[in-house]
């Protein structure tokens, strides 16, 4: 079975790259992923989306953009509003960003809002971070990126002034979902 | 060493290029194109290749044949807007034969368009964009690996049939990550030129052998004095307005394809030994077309896809087969008609029923968007 | 010394971009980045001491997207005006 | 304190020459664009506020670039034309109907680099038209390459070890050609270049107004700005008004220092006159630019 | 009032222009074109017209596309090299829906080929030259009458139709003399713009009359702030990447030309009534191809000849009937085969055999040389 | 009296670098390019002879035009390039193998007119290759249009009441963007343009000399000179050698002056050397501009 | 009937205008002409050649290029050798340039030699009319055209300054044929 | 006075033109157009006084068309060399 995961927020809330690091870190798991992008013009104030398919096989590749999505990451209002209909109706995991998101727009049945922006400056200091804060928490909740992949990825893929804050803001959503969430399991 | 890497379409194809022996880049911005030429401005310098930002796309290709005459494998990569202004020299390499490459990557047109989004518009510019007749060869992928792939075809045909040679790839596979096997220079085989059996002063830079209709080739610097002629000239590269030498030149630069096709054309056909409609789609519609099929086999439709590979030429005997089974062949498209002129005209005369699904849009649509566009079209499957 | 002139300081909030630049131009350092943000997200420029504003417009000319306006005060009175919408204005007096 | 007002007073003072349905516009925070965009729209009331022109007048043609979307948002007659063309498109505007005043506004790749050539003979022509062009040193919509202005050694997306060309200083080819209006200046001296716009808009032959500007976002990150602060404080430290002697005077250096100034500022026949020599067009008589020059 | 005049085609071909209302012509020099705008160097200006020479064709193409929105009627005149030169523009006017006309006169190709001979080499081109998908109308004469009359119907078109328009003649017509009634502005009619209907603030530059699908067109300097947006745009002339406007966009494009095929479309028949065998040619080579057919006629054979006026659209109709009584269709035209690409695809589901004809050589070639080639091209008549 | 005698003796000075099988060329009579040409050849001999340069170094690359027709007689490794795309060409010649030297020979409709813009930003970059540019005032192989160079007032095919235009000085203006080598002649300066290339050919960077050329046949007879001979006299009237001492004082003028000499000789790094600054090529130390300069 | 004739001669003979001021005589006689052209790039030393078809009815045009001249003008050797096989081998008149013409290429039956260049030098001053000459020679033989037609003609074609030269050299053309020559019958 | 050198004006008569120039730059005078013409049917410039010749070579390098070439006399006898075909020379002396 494909696992379809959508991530969409508003552009300079750090999108592509979270799911270009959760791309890196499922191919480093083994599977054959697909990850394509979506953006507007501006660089703040649009909307930006990842799409990342993860294919049992390579010889099963098909589409390029989700279909329906068996997760979905929104971390703002709006683009959870636009891309609510690539949503399956009984989504595995649906991760929304408190701080921007008050309903959700579906009544999807697993439902998991954290105010990562918020979370990301009390906890590291900055809000640039909320992106891969949401991937420690989504490392947690789901397992599937152990943090070690992770912290590695991070590492190879981030511009190395900014490796550290990232994996400090991994590190404290990580810790963070350890404390106050439970863990779901993903079907793939 | 064969290395497996996640990486987006441009950077798959500038990887291609590096492994099949990339000397020259030449480039000029555009979207979705740039990121290609960015990865080469930071790589190909460690491998000894040079990347230069011409003032245009004309000085581009223009630089790009003078490149290959001086003996370096050199590609380009652009987008429409910037194809267009290569159509001049775009003959000018079709007469010279130059074998240069160039990456087409395929936004929303025409004229400006939309810049970030994606397109098939440019199926029949890709080979008719300069005037008088010609040949190029043109491939189109469907997926990173295969951008990567078609970019490492695309040298070993310039090289080996002496013509220009574009890769029709289109804005979602640029910037799209699949994994893909990725090889260092010398790992992959690609075509080199075929070095003058005569001394100077008895070589004949436009003399073609007689089996493969490829005249071998003198690089400048080696003393042949070699003349790049762009006005019809005979086999030493001299004007001449004979018309028998005429017709020879120009029926030679289409035939050197034809003649050799069999290391040029190339389909690919799924679920198709059975179909009783065949889809055809290329490029990343396909990849749609391909998951729609799959619905509609569930479904218990007799459905197939074929996907041509080289679009110019087209895989004509691929397509006759993969259609053996099916009375109805319907083209789905991101124009208004264009590969599907191709496929009325070849499969016409069998009396098919050769419908067209234009999707005008953007952005790719995925399976579910693409059966509305054929429900849009009238065409019930 | 003649009398101050006073000035409105009129923002028009849903336009800016939180650059900065107004803020670094003013020579009299009264326009500063505010709380609120609007519809974009921006956190819009605000005023601290509209009776210091010595109606210089650098910091109209220097804002790249159009928000501000300097004016003769309508009513004598030195204000900053955030226009948060077409009926809503936020008024900042010292 | 939030209250009930008109709206129509809290208009920006050029609201009415901008599409305002458009805005917030499409630029970055802290852009340049705008500053200059602001500038010349400014000068355009202020003519107009004399009688000088009439809006009716001016078409506002730009180029493809993040410059280039300026005619997007303003509300005069205009026209987003292909990547280094808008001077092309202008003479088509002028020789059909002289009446009406070509304003090109586009970036320094768009003009400079790929418009090069009509920058040169329209120059060298004096053909009559405006050029307003804002040089953010880089191609910057399309992701921050190197651009013919780019300092040398400077870092773009297309020369991430250093740009080992040499820049180019547009001006003071512009000059060279024999432009009638010639001037450079900043973003920091936004009244100079409104100042520039009022000269030169009233004028006939070929006038040119470069506006150095920044692009914090692109460019600016890219060579280590974190805010546009910062970066316009870098600009204005090389940034220097001049009366320079000699066109040799004129500098283009990013560590030393980029001249300001008005280069050039004479009142030669332009292109349309010149045709005029020649032929009896209805129109000689009602050039704007004739009309203009006799004042 | 109407004269006769001995004229070449390029003589005839700025008359034309002049007595169709022709406002600016900016030109390039280029064999074999220059003397056209030689003519109209010496001739436009007294009838009040500009004549500008531009530094290349890039600039001449924008310029026009500028010339029309300031609401001149305006036309260039170029050959091959130029016209792929303004390949990227061509998208701007279609895109613009500028009525700008552009007289091709094509010469022996590919590149620089051969700048005095003649050609048929660029029908492709004329159609599919810039990148994206779009509509423009291209006819090609056969004499210099007909020269005449399709620059006059190619103004017509341009301002109905709002869509670029080109006049795809060719080096022999451009340099021979014939006998041409011509007219004086005023004396033949052209469509004119339709004017706006609203005020300024309420007009929309991009919105179609649903009829004709044609957008009214208002002028620069008239008041109503027209934005000419080369980017995708909504009826306002604003940048959008909405599907749907993009799809009603482009559909437009094509389908405005369509729509009024009766404007458009043209084609001659010459004994066909009874033809088993029909020739397609057009231009030039189709005035041989009349006289093989009389020679062949005269031999007692049933073959006729269809001569497309308008080659983009064709006048399919008109072929269809043409060939009503015919089991072959021969398309013969100096190319591999380019026009016998799109007859083939229109009568291939007839099941009728289509044969083409190549013939390649830089001279036109009268009936005995035409016949020549049907001989090498193994097809017997 | 007539004898029999070897043929080898009789062979021109130059016919080893000439594809003499092609001769005689397709100029018209009194056509200054032949003498042009020659003045090259000559130069290219006389430093091969000095063990300076191999032939086989070279690449003569032109565009289209009666001049572009010289890769037609030239016994080198050349090019016949679209009409004003040989500097673009030169470019990949010389990125493609930095050993190689390409020479660009063209006209001035060629060079300045629709290829100005490889010519504005070759002489930028100060791009490693050697430009001569036969400067005949027109259009000439299309007939005898206006050319960027025609005199103003002069008649030309398409300017039949007289060129409106102003004439672009190509020399200063490739001096004013920063080239190595810059400098005019006429072709009554055969020697002159000899020692020019012997100078420019073996120098890094972007060198240009234009030579001042006569079109007896086209645009000649189109502005009423008789024969070559009066065109060349009338053209040497104007013609006059200077040492400017600005780029100012360098007149193109037609009814007054046109300034010859060598305008600019400097030896700053070229292009190619530039890219070796940042990158450690295998073939940087190579160059043979490297090498010439270090002489 | 359609009557074909062929002109050609060397580059700089002056080739197009003879053919261009003839197909203009044909016209104002009435008859539809199709005139056209080829030649080579050089200026001298080249080919050129101009065809005229004389077509009774516009409605019968067909041909652009002469198939089979029923008149061959043959001004220089080199091209009556490559034009010989256009001409019909019965053609109505032959016309050669005795000064660069010895023979015949083929055994035309009617072959009119006349040295028109040295004629047009010896009696007009100057080879470069001998076009106009010849136009003379053939008014007068033909009949084709009327002398007060040509000359209209030549005056509304040719550059000012040439006018005069020229109507100098057509009547002297006619004028020596008059007085030397015999009249031809053309069947039109 | 050192004696004057005695040159050979070699002329490829196949390549001239007839243009001139030659003649005209000569300082000598001493080349003309002859009465023989060539395979294109130019009158090729001939030489009248070779002992005036005094190897300036402004006539071969003002000659567009590589028809000159000016050597000190193999012979020492000055003279016109003018090449009519490759076995076929024509000697001009004084
Ligand atoms: C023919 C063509 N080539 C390339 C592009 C891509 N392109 C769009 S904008 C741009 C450069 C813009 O730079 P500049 O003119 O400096 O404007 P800026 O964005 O910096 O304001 C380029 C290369 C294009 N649109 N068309
Ligand atoms: C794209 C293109 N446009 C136009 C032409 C026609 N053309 C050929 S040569 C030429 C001008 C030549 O002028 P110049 O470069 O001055 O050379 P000259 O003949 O004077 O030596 C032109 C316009 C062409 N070949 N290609
Ligand atoms: S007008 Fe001057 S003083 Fe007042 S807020 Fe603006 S910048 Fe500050
Ligand atoms: S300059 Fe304008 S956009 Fe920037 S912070 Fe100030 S008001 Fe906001
Ligand atoms: S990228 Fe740079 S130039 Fe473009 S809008 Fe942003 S800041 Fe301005
Ligand atoms: S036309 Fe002019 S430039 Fe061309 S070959 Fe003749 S004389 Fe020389
Ligand atoms: S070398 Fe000098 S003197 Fe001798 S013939 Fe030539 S030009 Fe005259
Ligand atoms: S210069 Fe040369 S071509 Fe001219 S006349 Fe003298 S020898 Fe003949
Ligand atoms: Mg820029
Ligand atoms: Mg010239």
Chains 1, 7 share one sequence.
Request: hydrophobic share 40%; aromatic share 10%.
């Amino acid at each position: 079975m494909t696992l379809e995961i959508i991530i969409a927020g508003r552009g300079g809330q750090g999108i592509l790259l979270t799911g270009y690091l959760l791309g890196k870190a499922l191919v480093k798991k083994g599977y054959y992923v697909v990850n394509s992008e979506m953006y507007s013009a501006e660089t703040r104030g649009g909307f930006s989306r990842s799409d990342l398919i993860v294919f049992p096989s390579e010889a099963e590749i098909d589409i390029i953009k989700v279909r329906k999505a068996d997760i979905a990451i929104f971390m703002y209002k709006d683009q959870m509003h636009s891309y609510a209909e690539y949503v399956k109706p009984d989504a595995q995991l649906i991760i929304l960003d408190g701080t921007f998101i008050e309903e959700p727009a579906k009544p999807w049945p697993r439902v998991l809002k954290v105010p990562f922006t918020r979370l990301a400056e009390e906890k590291v200091g900055t809000y640039r971070v909320a992106n891969v804060f949401m991937l420690g928490v989504f490392s947690y909740v789901t397992g599937l990126v152990d943090p070690e992949t992770m912290e590695e990825i991070i590492k190879t893929s981030v511009r190395p002034k900014w490796i550290e804050i990232n994996l400090k803001a991994f590190d404290a959503g990580y810790n963070y979902a350890k404390e106050n969430l439970e863990k779901v399991e993903i079907k793939l | 060493m064969a290395r497996r890497e996640f990486l987006t379409g441009n950077e798959a194809m500038a990887e291609a290029a590096i492994a099949a022996g990339l000397r020259v880049f030449i480039g000029y911005p555009i979207t979705p194109a740039s990121d290609l030429f960015e990865y080469l401005a930071e790589k190909l310098p460690s491998y000894g290749g040079v990347v230069f930002q011409a003032e245009d796309e004309i000085a581009a290709i223009n630089a790009l044949v003078g490149a290959t005459y001086a003996g370096a494998k050199a590609m380009t990569a652009t987008s429409g807007p910037g194809f267009s202004l290569m159509a001049e020299s775009l003959g000018l390499a079709a007469m010279l034969e130059a074998p240069i490459v160039i990456v087409y990557n395929m936004r929303t047109g025409p004229s400006t368009g939309i810049a970030t989004g994606t397109g098939q518009g440019d199926v029949m510019q890709s080979r008719w964009a300069s005037h008088g007749h010609y040949g190029v060869v043109v491939y189109s992928p469907w997926s990173v690996q295969e951008a990567y792939n078609l970019v490492v075809k695309a040298f070993d045909t310039a090289w080996r049939l002496r013509v220009p040679t574009i890769v029709l790839s289109d804005a979602v596979i640029a910037h799209t990550r699949e994994l893909a096997v990725v090889y260092e220079p010398g790992e992959v085989k690609v075509a080199d030129r075929k070095p003058p059996r005569e001394p100077p002063g008895e070589f004949k830079p436009f003399k073609p052998d007689p089996d493969d209709l490829v005249p071998p080739m003198a690089f400048y610097g080696e003393g042949y004095a070699v003349l790049a002629e762009s006005l019809v000239h005979d086999e030493r590269g001299y004007y001449t307005t004979d018309p028998e030498n005429y017709e020879r030149l120009v029926k030679r630069l289409e035939e050197k394809i034809t003649r050799n096709k069999h290391h040029v054309v190339s389909s690919e056909a799924r679920y198709t030994e059975d179909a009783e409609t065949v889809i055809v789609a290329f490029g990343t519609l396909a990849r749609s077309a391909l998951a729609l099929v799959k619905d509609l086999r569930k479904q218990g439709k007799k459905v197939g896809l074929w996907r041509p590979v080289s679009i110019w030429p087209l895989d004509e005997e691929g397509l006759s087969k993969a259609v053996e089974h099916a009375d109805r062949v319907i083209v789905a498209e991101m124009n208004l008609g264009q590969l599907y002129r191709e496929v009325a005209r070849i499969l016409g005369p069998t009396g098919r029923k050769i419908e067209l699904v234009p999707v005008l849009t953007p952005e790719l649509p995925g399976p579910d968007e693409l059966l509305g566009y054929f429900r849009k079209a009238g065409v019930e499957i | 010394m003649a009398p101050r002139r006073a000035y409105d300081i009129i923002i028009l909030a849903n336009r800016c971009k939180e650059c900065g630049l107004c803020i670094h131009v003013c020579p009299k350092k009264i326009l500063v980045t505010g709380n609120k943000q609007n519809q974009k997200g921006y956190r819009v420029t605000t005023v601290t001491k509209p009776s210091d504003c010595i109606g210089c417009r650098l910091c109209e000319f220097s804002c790249p997207d159009f928000v501000i306006r300097i004016e003769p005060s309508s009513d004598g009175v030195p204000k900053g005006l955030i226009v948060w919408g077409e009926n809503e204005v936020e008024v900042i007096k010292d | 304190m939030t209250v009930q007002v008109p709206k129509l007073e809290y208009r920006h003072r050029v609201d009415d020459l901008l599409r305002t349905e458009r805005l917030p516009h499409v630029w970055c925070p802290g852009c340049g664009i705008g500053i200059t965009l602001q500038a010349f729209l400014r000068a355009v009331k202020a003519l107009e506020a004399k009688g000088v022109i009439d809006r009716k007048q001016l078409v506002f043609v730009t180029g493809i670039g993040c410059t280039g979307r300026a005619s997007g948002y303003v509300r005069l007659d205009g026209a987003h034309t292909p990547h280094g063309r808008p001077i092309a498109y202008a003479y088509g505007v002028k020789l059909a109907n002289p009446k009406l005043v070509p304003v090109v506004f586009s970036g320094d790749g768009d003009l400079a680099g790929i418009g090069g050539n009509h920058l040169l003979h329209a120059a060298r022509r004096n053909f009559d038209m405006l050029v307003i062009m804002v040089n953010n040193f880089n191609y910057a919509l399309t992701g921050g390459q190197l651009a013919p202005t780019t300092p040398h050694g400077a870092y773009s997306t297309t020369t991430p070890k250093g740009n080992p060309e040499r820049p180019m200083d547009v001006a003071r080819l512009v000059a060279a050609l024999g432009a009638n209006y010639v001037a450079r200046w900043s973003i920091h001296y936004p009244v100079h270049i409104e100042e520039s716009v009022k000269r030169a808009l009233p004028r006939r032959g070929f006038r040119f107004i470069e506006v150095v500007s920044i692009c914090p976002e692109i460019f600016g990150r890219h060579i280590g700005f974190r805010s546009p602060v910062d970066f316009y404080e870098r600009l204005r430290k090389v940034a220097k008004v001049r009366k320079p002697k000699a066109l040799e005077e004129i500098k283009y250096d990013w560590e030393d220092e980029i001249t300001l100034g008005v280069f050039v500022d004479k009142d030669e026949p332009g292109y349309m006159e010149s045709i005029c020599q020649v032929y009896n067009y209805d129109w000689c008589k009602e050039l704007p630019e004739r009309r203009w020059s006799k004042q």
